[in-house]
């Protein structure tokens, strides 16, 4: 039977206000090289090609050594936070770091592929998010003694489980579950619809390069 009005009108407001997305990306957001904007990069004919978002650093030359790109985004619950972000590298990916504290990075495997071995974690209750801003860093290795191509692609989600979660980028996006009109508690229909929306939905915001 169709759940009552109340209770549809709180799992409409519970599934605005939980299903919101900030754009993390490159080129489209704030992953950053040094104090400028990390480039974004056509891929090589060689790297695997994107379907969403797009590769940053160099598909021509870029100096040999390491180099670091880092991106920033807030989040309201860090109790509730994860992600995993599969990712393409050329030539390798040594770390990942969430606000200072080393993340799981996998083993590169090459730039033909997305994912497989290759992914970074950050898991829920690991206490690696920070309330407010956050700052994650990767460190890319360009091997060689000589310029040469430099390219890393990931694509995911930043999750908060539950519904008091709220996660925004630069353009301060978030999604909160609050009560009714005027601070008042929600009508019990409308309470028990955002319940039934918080189990079914979690938030995510996408931390894609160039998504």
Known sequence: QPAPVGQQQGQQKAQQQLAQEVDLSTGGAAWSYGQSAAPSTSPHAAWYKALH???IGNSGTWPSGMTEFSLKFTVGAPDRASFELPYSVDNELKSAMLNGKALDIGKSAGFSELGGSMVIKAPQGAGLFANGENILHVQILNAGDSSSRLGFYASGMLKISGAAGQAGGADGGRGV???GAGGQ??????QQGQQKAQQ???QEVDLSTGG
């Open 53 to 55: 978002g797009s590769w």
């Open 177 to 179: 579950v609050g009560g």
């Open 200 to 202: 079914q939905l979690a």
């Open 185 to 190: 508690p929600a009508p019990v229909g409308q």
